[in-house]
Protein backbone atom coordinates (compact mmCIF):
# COMPACT_ATOMS: atom_id res chain seq x y z
CA UNK A 1 0.00 0.00 0.00
CA UNK A 2 1.19 3.52 -0.90
CA UNK A 3 -0.17 6.53 0.93
CA UNK A 4 0.31 9.89 -0.49
CA UNK A 5 0.11 13.31 0.10
CA UNK A 6 0.14 15.98 -2.87
CA UNK A 7 -1.52 19.42 -3.32
CA UNK A 8 -0.29 20.22 -7.31
CA UNK A 9 0.35 16.46 -8.44
CA UNK A 10 3.56 15.62 -8.26
CA UNK A 11 3.93 13.49 -5.06
CA UNK A 12 0.56 11.76 -6.84
CA UNK A 13 2.32 11.27 -10.22
CA UNK A 14 5.33 9.54 -8.25
CA UNK A 15 2.83 7.37 -6.19
CA UNK A 16 0.82 6.40 -9.05
CA UNK A 17 4.39 5.37 -10.69
CA UNK A 18 5.10 3.21 -8.22
CA UNK A 19 1.82 1.64 -7.59
CA UNK A 20 1.15 0.46 -11.31
CA UNK A 21 4.96 -0.77 -11.80
CA UNK A 22 4.16 -2.82 -7.94
CA UNK A 23 0.69 -4.19 -7.94
CA UNK A 24 -0.06 -1.98 -4.84
CA UNK A 25 -2.75 -0.14 -3.90
CA UNK A 26 -2.82 3.66 -3.24
CA UNK A 27 -4.13 5.74 -0.45
CA UNK A 28 -4.52 9.57 -0.33
CA UNK A 29 -3.51 10.85 2.70
CA UNK A 30 -6.17 13.58 3.11
CA UNK A 31 -9.06 11.26 2.41
CA UNK A 32 -8.10 8.96 5.52
CA UNK A 33 -8.29 12.18 7.51
CA UNK A 34 -11.60 13.34 6.10
CA UNK A 35 -13.23 10.06 6.81
CA UNK A 36 -11.32 9.30 10.02
CA UNK A 37 -9.41 6.32 7.82
CA UNK A 38 -6.66 5.55 10.12
CA UNK A 39 -6.85 1.66 10.32
CA UNK A 40 -4.83 -0.95 7.84
CA UNK A 41 -4.18 -4.50 7.68
CA UNK A 42 -1.30 -5.36 5.76
CA UNK A 43 -0.64 -8.46 4.06
CA UNK A 44 2.89 -10.60 5.18
CA UNK A 45 5.23 -8.83 2.35
CA UNK A 46 3.22 -6.22 1.35
CA UNK A 47 4.90 -2.97 1.03
CA UNK A 48 4.38 -0.24 3.23
CA UNK A 49 5.50 2.64 0.90
CA UNK A 50 4.95 6.97 2.04
CA UNK A 51 5.32 9.52 -0.69
CA UNK A 52 5.18 13.13 0.33
CA UNK A 53 6.30 16.64 -0.62
CA UNK A 54 8.88 18.06 1.45
CA UNK A 55 7.90 21.49 3.07
CA UNK A 56 10.18 23.67 4.76
CA UNK A 57 12.74 20.79 4.84
CA UNK A 58 10.55 18.70 6.81
CA UNK A 59 6.95 17.24 6.34
CA UNK A 60 3.62 18.62 5.75
CA UNK A 61 1.23 19.07 8.78
CA UNK A 62 -1.22 17.31 6.91
CA UNK A 63 1.17 14.44 6.59
CA UNK A 64 2.17 14.86 10.48
CA UNK A 65 -1.47 14.65 11.59
CA UNK A 66 -2.11 11.30 9.99
CA UNK A 67 0.63 9.62 10.73
CA UNK A 68 0.22 10.53 14.30
CA UNK A 69 -3.40 8.44 14.28
CA UNK A 70 -1.97 5.74 12.06
CA UNK A 71 -3.07 2.45 13.01
CA UNK A 72 -1.04 -0.52 10.65
CA UNK A 73 0.52 -3.81 11.57
CA UNK A 74 3.47 -3.16 10.21
CA UNK A 75 5.25 -6.99 10.57
CA UNK A 76 9.05 -8.28 10.28
CA UNK A 77 8.74 -8.95 7.05
CA UNK A 78 6.80 -5.93 5.26
CA UNK A 79 9.05 -3.48 3.58
CA UNK A 80 8.68 0.41 4.88
CA UNK A 81 10.15 2.85 2.31
CA UNK A 82 9.31 6.74 2.18
CA UNK A 83 10.00 9.05 -1.04
CA UNK A 84 10.64 12.90 -0.56
CA UNK A 85 9.82 15.13 -3.69
CA UNK A 86 11.53 18.16 -3.50
CA UNK A 87 12.26 21.26 -5.24
CA UNK A 88 15.89 22.19 -3.72
CA UNK A 89 17.05 19.67 -0.62
CA UNK A 90 14.89 17.70 1.23
CA UNK A 91 16.28 19.18 4.65
CA UNK A 92 15.74 16.59 7.50
CA UNK A 93 12.47 15.35 5.90
CA UNK A 94 13.16 11.47 6.56
CA UNK A 95 14.45 12.14 9.73
CA UNK A 96 10.82 13.68 10.23
CA UNK A 97 9.09 10.49 8.88
CA UNK A 98 11.04 8.72 11.07
CA UNK A 99 10.66 10.25 14.09
CA UNK A 100 6.72 10.28 13.68
CA UNK A 101 6.70 6.62 12.88
CA UNK A 102 8.62 5.74 16.26
CA UNK A 103 5.44 5.65 18.51
CA UNK A 104 4.54 2.85 16.21
CA UNK A 105 7.36 0.68 16.67
CA UNK A 106 8.11 1.91 12.59
CA UNK A 107 11.40 2.66 11.12
CA UNK A 108 12.23 3.50 7.26
CA UNK A 109 13.79 0.71 5.72
CA UNK A 110 14.46 2.90 2.13
CA UNK A 111 14.28 6.45 1.98
CA UNK A 112 14.31 7.60 -1.58
CA UNK A 113 14.35 11.37 -2.73
CA UNK A 114 12.70 12.34 -6.70
CA UNK A 115 13.59 16.34 -7.80
CA UNK A 116 10.42 17.98 -9.45
CA UNK A 117 9.77 21.34 -10.04
CA UNK A 118 9.47 22.76 -6.63
CA UNK A 119 6.14 25.03 -6.03
CA UNK A 120 6.88 27.16 -3.65
CA UNK A 121 6.05 30.35 -5.74
CA UNK A 122 6.40 32.45 -3.21
CA UNK A 123 10.24 32.18 -3.94
CA UNK A 124 10.16 30.16 -7.23
CA UNK A 125 9.43 31.43 -10.62
CA UNK A 126 6.95 28.40 -12.49
CA UNK A 127 5.99 30.60 -15.46
CA UNK A 128 8.48 29.43 -17.76
CA UNK A 129 6.32 25.91 -18.56
CA UNK A 130 9.52 24.44 -21.11
CA UNK A 131 11.76 24.77 -18.00
CA UNK A 132 8.99 23.16 -16.06
CA UNK A 133 8.79 20.29 -18.31
CA UNK A 134 12.67 19.56 -18.68
CA UNK A 135 12.79 19.27 -14.69
CA UNK A 136 9.74 16.51 -14.69
CA UNK A 137 11.67 14.84 -17.22
CA UNK A 138 14.88 14.39 -15.80
CA UNK A 139 12.61 13.18 -12.90
CA UNK A 140 11.88 10.13 -14.61
CA UNK A 141 14.99 8.26 -14.57
CA UNK A 142 14.92 8.67 -10.60
CA UNK A 143 11.52 7.16 -10.58
CA UNK A 144 12.56 4.04 -12.07
CA UNK A 145 15.54 3.52 -10.09
CA UNK A 146 13.05 4.02 -6.95
CA UNK A 147 10.91 1.05 -8.78
CA UNK A 148 13.92 -1.27 -9.03
CA UNK A 149 15.04 -0.68 -5.19
CA UNK A 150 11.57 -0.62 -4.41
CA UNK A 151 10.64 -4.37 -6.40
CA UNK A 152 14.02 -5.87 -4.75
CA UNK A 153 13.23 -4.35 -1.33
CA UNK A 154 16.30 -2.90 -1.11
CA UNK A 155 17.48 -1.33 2.18
CA UNK A 156 19.44 2.06 2.52
CA UNK A 157 19.22 5.71 2.58
CA UNK A 158 19.70 6.70 -0.89
CA UNK A 159 19.10 10.49 0.03
CA UNK A 160 22.11 12.62 -1.01
CA UNK A 161 20.23 15.78 -0.75
CA UNK A 162 19.76 16.13 3.07
CA UNK A 163 21.26 19.12 5.12
CA UNK A 164 22.42 19.06 8.55
CA UNK A 165 20.44 21.06 10.87
CA UNK A 166 17.29 21.56 9.01
CA UNK A 167 15.15 21.33 11.56
CA UNK A 168 16.24 24.93 12.76
CA UNK A 169 14.56 25.85 9.93
CA UNK A 170 11.17 24.26 9.53
CA UNK A 171 9.58 26.19 13.01
CA UNK A 172 9.30 29.02 10.12
CA UNK A 173 6.40 26.47 9.00
CA UNK A 174 4.41 27.32 11.64
CA UNK A 175 4.49 31.14 11.33
CA UNK A 176 4.08 30.99 7.20
CA UNK A 177 1.02 28.79 7.72
CA UNK A 178 -1.32 31.91 8.83
CA UNK A 179 -3.46 32.18 6.67
CA UNK A 180 -3.73 36.01 6.92
CA UNK A 181 -1.01 36.30 4.12
CA UNK A 182 -3.89 34.78 1.47
CA UNK A 183 -5.56 37.20 -0.59
CA UNK A 184 -8.01 37.34 -3.36
CA UNK A 185 -8.56 39.45 -6.31
CA UNK A 186 -11.92 40.18 -7.99
CA UNK A 187 -11.43 37.50 -10.62
CA UNK A 188 -12.81 35.15 -8.42
CA UNK A 189 -16.21 33.72 -9.76
CA UNK A 190 -16.82 31.68 -6.31
CA UNK A 191 -16.20 28.23 -8.54
CA UNK A 192 -15.90 26.56 -4.72
CA UNK A 193 -13.06 24.23 -6.08
CA UNK A 194 -10.56 26.08 -3.30
CA UNK A 195 -13.06 25.20 -0.44
CA UNK A 196 -13.78 21.11 -1.77
CA UNK A 197 -9.91 20.29 -1.89
CA UNK A 198 -8.61 21.76 1.15
CA UNK A 199 -6.83 19.51 2.87
CA UNK A 200 -7.76 20.76 6.23
CA UNK A 201 -10.88 22.42 5.59
CA UNK A 202 -9.51 26.08 6.22
CA UNK A 203 -11.69 27.90 3.52
CA UNK A 204 -15.28 28.60 3.20
CA UNK A 205 -17.23 30.24 0.92
CA UNK A 206 -19.07 33.01 1.78
CA UNK A 207 -21.06 35.49 -0.94
CA UNK A 208 -19.15 33.64 -3.65
CA UNK A 209 -15.76 34.48 -2.62
CA UNK A 210 -13.67 32.13 -0.48
CA UNK A 211 -12.71 33.05 3.13
CA UNK A 212 -9.95 30.96 5.27
CA UNK A 213 -11.86 30.53 8.33
CA UNK A 214 -8.60 28.82 10.53
CA UNK A 215 -5.80 30.66 11.77
CA UNK A 216 -3.79 28.51 9.94
CA UNK A 217 -3.80 25.64 7.24
CA UNK A 218 -1.01 23.18 5.72
CA UNK A 219 0.11 25.84 3.14
CA UNK A 220 0.51 23.47 0.31
CA UNK A 221 -1.08 26.54 -2.04
CA UNK A 222 -3.24 24.21 -3.51
CA UNK A 223 -5.76 26.86 -3.49
CA UNK A 224 -3.28 29.29 -5.59
CA UNK A 225 -2.35 26.54 -7.94
CA UNK A 226 -5.64 24.65 -8.76
CA UNK A 227 -7.67 28.06 -9.11
CA UNK A 228 -9.56 28.27 -12.41
CA UNK A 229 -9.11 32.44 -12.73
CA UNK A 230 -5.56 32.59 -10.84
CA UNK A 231 -7.73 34.51 -8.38
CA UNK A 232 -5.73 33.48 -5.20
CA UNK A 233 -2.30 34.53 -3.84
CA UNK A 234 -0.07 34.55 -0.90
CA UNK A 235 2.10 37.38 -0.48
CA UNK A 236 3.53 39.66 -2.55
CA UNK A 237 5.47 37.34 -5.56
CA UNK A 238 3.36 34.86 -6.64
CA UNK A 239 1.37 36.51 -9.03
CA UNK A 240 4.55 37.17 -11.24
CA UNK A 241 5.26 33.23 -10.20
CA UNK A 242 2.44 31.64 -12.18
CA UNK A 243 0.71 28.27 -11.41
CA UNK A 244 1.47 25.02 -11.67
CA UNK A 245 0.28 21.39 -11.47
CA UNK A 246 1.54 17.98 -12.67
CA UNK A 247 0.39 17.79 -16.19
CA UNK A 248 0.50 13.95 -16.41
CA UNK A 249 -2.43 13.97 -13.55
CA UNK A 250 -5.78 14.23 -12.72
CA UNK A 251 -6.44 16.30 -9.19
Keep these: ?17 LAEATNDIIMPITDCLKENRFD ?21 TVVIDFIRQLNINKGKSNYVYHILTFGTTTGQAHCHMNKCLRPHNISLDGKFIVQMTDTWTP ?50 YHH ?31 NNRPFWIKERCALCLGCLHRCPMFSIQYGKSTRKHGQYVNPNIIL
Design 123 to 172: IFDLSDTVKNQRELTKAEKQIDSIIEYVNAKKKGDFNNRKIPFAQLYYPH
Design 40 to 60: FVMKVDENIGFVTPTYFWGLP
Design 176 to 206: ARKTKKFTVDDSCIGCTLCEKQCPVSAIKIL
Design 1 to 17: MIFYFSATGNSKYVANR
